[in-house]
């Protein structure tokens, strides 16, 4: 069954600060992704507190939305067959040390708070966050 997915990829600041990110593109490509938007951004620590709302409640919020403003970032939109699930597992674990080999996190992750990429958890999360980015 065909089920060509979307879903929001962003290479976080760690990542970018270290230009990893056109490795990390020609990874999704390899992977059979289309990039079908992209952009560098910086955002303002409101926008970060905005998107990771569902996060709120958690410890790691405050440090979470600094680390995300913290410095330029570059979000796509990702293209393929169950894009969601595929991008999840090409990304890893949150904890770069308990991510499989093979995955981004655990090639170039530094940290669970620098782990280099995000990725929507759904397909309703991907839409949502999707628009967040490239609704103009
Ligand atoms: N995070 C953190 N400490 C934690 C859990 C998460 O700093 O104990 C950060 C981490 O960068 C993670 C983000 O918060 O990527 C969002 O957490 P989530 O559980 O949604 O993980 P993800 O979906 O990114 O794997
Ligand atoms: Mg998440």
């Not at 996060?55 to 293209?79: A, R, T, W």
């Not at 890893?92 to 093979?102: F, L, Q």
Request: one cysteine or more.
């Amino acid at each position: 069954m065909n089920n060509i997915q979307k879903t929001l990829s962003i290479i976080k600041p760690d990542a970018v600060e270290r230009n990893l990110t056109e490795e990390i593109k020609s990874i999704f490509k390899k992977n059979g992704f289309e990039i079908i938007g992209e952009k560098k951004i910086k955002i303002s620590k409101e926008e970060a507190e905005k998107f990771y709302i569902v996060h709120q409640s958690k410890p790691f919020y405050e440090d979470l939305c600094n680390y995300l403003s913290s410095g330029p970032i570059f979000v796509m939109i990702l293209s393929k067959e169950n894009a969601v699930l595929a991008n999840r597992k090409l990304m890893g674990a949150t904890n770069p040390e308990d991510a499989k080999e093979g995955t981004i996190r655990k090639k170039y992750g530094l940290s669970i708070d620098k782990n280099s990429v995000h990725g929507s958890d759904s397909e309703e999360n991907a839409k949502k966050e999707i628009d967040f980015f490239f609704s103009s």
